[in-house]
Nanobody, 114 residues
Framework: VQLQASGGGLVQAGGSLRLSCAAS????????VGWYRQAPGTQRELVAW???????HYADVVKGRFTISRDIAANTVLLQMNNLKPEDTAVYFC?????????WGQGTLVTVSS
């Protein structure tokens, strides 16, 4: 599975961004998709995880502000980010899990100014 993330940019605190992750195959056929992020000097952390037919998981720090979804027609995983905070600044990576393998997109930078 190849993944291409886009939609990052510079936004003021309180603003919104929507990240997209285009998959090279039908998004319906991928058992689980998600978003991670990595800020400078920190480890990559889970933001949101969406297993097919299962419960969506969000990191506590983004609950109520971020929403993950699948655009089936476009074979895309979306991350709607609202009420952004400076601490959300990071490179965001989309992720897919299939048949015991994990696939990563290239990352898209989100910068939130105070």
């Amino acid at each position: 599975v190849q993944l291409q993330a886009s939609g990052g940019g510079l936004v003021q605190a309180g603003g919104s961004l929507r990240l997209s992750c285009a998959a090279s195959k039908s998004i319906l056929s991928i058992p689980a998709v998600g978003w991670y992020r990595q800020a400078p000097g920190t480890q990559r952390e889970l933001v949101a995880w969406m297993p097919d037919g299962g419960s969506i998981h969000y990191a506590d720090v983004v609950k109520g502000r971020f929403t993950i979804s699948r655009d089936i027609a476009a074979n895309t995983v979306l991350l709607q980010m609202n009420n952004l905070k400076p601490e959300d600044t990071a490179v965001y990576f989309c992720n897919a899990y299939e048949r015991g393998k994990t696939y990563w997109g290239q990352g898209t930078l989100v910068t939130v100014s105070s």
